[in-house]
């Protein structure tokens, strides 16, 4: 008899998690990546900058390359990014960073990975306490949150280590109220 189709996503049932977060933009798409079943480690963060010259869909390519790498490099078990709300965002901008975001989706969809998306208001909530929190709020919190010795470089480096912490919260929150039932 064969196998069941398979969905091709990648699991994390017998492996530590390994997240990659993602703070999806044009001029500087922040990534960051963090592991543990726990406690939350840092492993590694950093921002991919496409040349303000390029066209769109180079910048666009530069962005799926680069997270495609990041992906083969650190082994993600999870991604997670995070959804902008649009009615915040001037409409030229919604649709940058939702290009972006979509790059950043293919690279994982193509790795078999899932990814889930996160408000700025959640993602800020998880690590700040605050919904509102701003920039160096979050940076200054996860600074704290993964014992780094100095706040993550840049702020999209930061916000995006802080989805990452997100999703790992958000995870545990889950398998919590599963638990209890």
């Not at 592991?35 to 869909?57: D, L, M, N, Y």
């Not at 160096?136 to 930061?158: G, K, S």
Request: with cysteine; hydrophobic share 50%; glycine share 8%.
């Amino acid at each position: 008899m064969p196998d069941p189709p398979s969905t091709g996503l990648r699991t994390s049932a017998n492996a530590e998690l390994v997240v990659l977060g993602i703070d999806p933009g044009m001029r500087v798409c922040g990534w960051g990546i963090v592991r543990g079943e726990g406690r939350s480690r840092f492993e590694a963060c950093g921002a991919i900058k496409p040349q303000p010259k390029q066209r769109f869909e180079q910048r666009l390519l530069v962005i799926h390359e680069e997270i495609t790498r990041l992906i083969e490099v650190y082994a993600p078990t999870e991604v997670a990014i995070e959804d902008p709300f649009v009615g915040a965002l001037q409409p030229a901008s919604a649709l940058a960073i939702g290009q972006a975001r979509a790059a950043a989706m293919l690279a994982a969809a193509a790795a078999g990975l899932q990814v889930e998306l996160y408000a700025p208001a959640a993602v800020k909530a998880a690590v700040t306490g605050y919904g509102q929190g701003d920039k160096r709020q979050v940076q200054a919190m996860v600074r704290i949150l993964l014992a780094l010795e100095a706040p993550p470089e840049p702020l999209d480096a930061a916000d995006a280590l802080a989805v990452a912490i997100c999703h790992m919260a958000s995870r545990r929150a889950r398998a919590l109220e599963a638990g209890s039932r």
